[in-house]
């Protein structure tokens, strides 16, 4: 499978709940923290709930 780089680019505060748990689930806690997963289909679904507070690229 692609890996892919997640980084929180935007704060949870003031979210819904369920957004938070996403990020969560994700694995980013604090703003600016990067997380390299694979590119699954669930990943991936998780990804698009939260796009307009993560920064998605291609890992190396």
Do not use: F
Not at 12 to 20: A, L, S, V, Y
Request: overall charge positive; cysteine-free.
């Amino acid at each position: 499978m692609k890996k892919i780089k997640v980084t929180l680019i935007k704060s949870p505060i003031d979210r819904p709940e369920r957004q938070k748990l996403t990020l969560k689930a994700l694995g980013l806690n604090k703003t600016n923290s990067s997380k390299e997963l694979e590119a699954t289909p669930q990943v991936l679904g998780m990804i698009r709930k939260v796009t307009h507070m993560v920064k998605v690229e291609e890992a190396k």
